[in-house]
Structure formats: C-alpha cells, structure tokens
C-alpha cells in the first residue's frame, strides 16, 4: 500500500502555471513503485471527482482528460518515487481539489482513467485559479 502526499498547490491567475507533486511512500516502496499507474484527480465544490490525468509505471503510456489535454503533463521519476502534473493556461474552471492516486498493475492501462481502480489516494492540494 502506498501512502501519498501531494504538494504544489496555491492560488494561480489565469492563464499562470503550476507544478503538482506527489511523493509516495511505504513499506515496499523500493521495489514497487514503478509496478503502479498513477493519476491525478480533482474535485470542485459540489462536482463529483473527475479525472485529469494517468501514468503507467514506466511512464511508457499516459492518457488525459479532454479537458485538460493540451495544458497539462503527467510525468513520473521512479527513482524518486515521485509523480507530477504541470498545468499551464490555468482556468477558473481548473479550480479543485487535486487528489493523486494510485493502484498495482504492471500488465493493463484500460482503467487507468476510473477513479474505482484505484487503491491508495493522497489527501488532496487545494489549486484555486482567479478570474
């Protein structure tokens, strides 16, 4: 099991950048990490949690929210045990809670955008995007 921490989180103006990490840790991290996908995900007040963006754990395939593609980059350093989300041309619209997951599969990708899928969540980093 992975315990995560997302950090990189704050108050942007639109059209401004911001850099998510997220450092997992645990028991068999060492041996393990890079045998998970990873994801972010965000919630707006009122709105259901929603996906952004998925990476394989040798970073070989990535996948993106319509909404987001184009603006945004997934990536992940499995030395550091540690995965990013770079979002640029932010929007009022991009204001959530950005939640990083993660779940165990080193053979399938398909479900990597389903938030069910996944096992262990971060609490969360607050990014509000002012108008």
């Known amino acids: 099991q992975l315990q995560l921490v997302e950090s990189g989180g704050g108050l942007v103006e639109t059209g401004g950048s911001l850099r998510l990490a997220c450092e997992a840790s645990?028991?068999?991290?060492?041996?393990?990490?890079?045998?998970?996908?990873m994801g972010w995900f965000r919630q707006a007040d009122e709105k259901s949690r929603e996906f952004v963006a998925a990476?394989?754990?040798?970073?070989?395939?990535?996948r993106y929210a319509d909404s987001v593609q184009g603006r945004a980059t997934i990536s992940r350093d499995n030395t550091k045990n540690t995965v990013y989300l770079q979002m640029n041309r932010l929007k009022p619209e991009d204001t959530a809670v950005y939640y990083c997951?993660?779940?165990?599969?080193?053979?399938?990708?398909?479900?990597?955008?389903?938030?069910?899928?996944?096992?262990?969540w971060g609490q969360g980093t607050q990014v509000t995007v002012s108008s």
């Open positions: 990476i394989s754990g040798s970073g070989s395939r990535i």
């Open positions: 997951a993660g779940y165990f599969d080193t053979w399938t990708f398909a479900m990597a955008s389903i938030a069910r899928k996944y096992s262990d």
């Open positions: 645990g028991s068999t991290i060492g041996s393990t990490f890079s045998g998970y996908v």
